[in-house]
C-alpha cells in the first residue's frame, strides 16, 4: 500500500540580512553602507555564498571569491590570470521589511569574507 503524497514544496525564503532588510531567495547579503562596523544599508549579490568586495558595490561566486578590485574581475586566488576569472557582479539594493524593528547586525555577518587584490607595482 503506497503512503501519502508528498505536500508541495515549500516557496524558496528570502535571506535575512538584519531585523530591516532582506534579500530574494538564493542571493547573499553583502553590506553597503556600514559605521563602526554595523551595516546600515545592505545590498543583494545575485548567488548564494557570495563574497562580498571591499568596494561595497560588488561580489563575487564562491568559486572565484578575490574581488580583483583593478580589473573589475573574480579570481580563484590572488596572482592568477585573467583567463580563469570572470567579471564580478553588481549588487542590488536590499527590500526594507514591514514593520520596520530595530537592530542593526554587524556588517561582517553575512557573505564571506572579503578579499580583494591589488596588483604590485613592478
Given amino acids: 500500500k503506497p503512503g501519502p503524497k508528498p505536500g508541495p514544496k515549500p516557496e524558496p525564503q528570502p535571506v535575512e540580512c538584519d531585523a530591516a532588510s532582506e534579500c530574494p531567495p538564493s542571493t547573499t547579503c553583502c553590506c553597503l553602507r556600514d559605521l563602526g562596523g554595523f551595516c546600515f544599508t545592505w545590498g ?46 553588481t549588487k542590488v539594493p536590499a527590500k526594507r521589511k514591514l514593520p520596520f524593528t530595530t537592530g542593526f547586525r554587524p556588517s561582517s555577518s553575512k557573505g564571506q569574507q572579503m578579499q580583494d587584490i591589488r596588483p604590485v607595482a613592478a
Avoid: F, I
Fill in 44 to 89: 543583494c549579490c545575485p548567488m548564494e555564498g557570495a563574497t562580498c568586495c571591499e568596494d561595497k558595490e560588488h561580489c563575487c561566486p564562491n568559486s572565484l571569491p578575490v574581488c580583483d578590485t583593478d580589473e573589475g574581475r573574480c579570481l580563484p586566488k590572488p596572482g592568477t590570470g585573467y583567463a580563469q576569472s570572470v567579471p564580478w557582479s
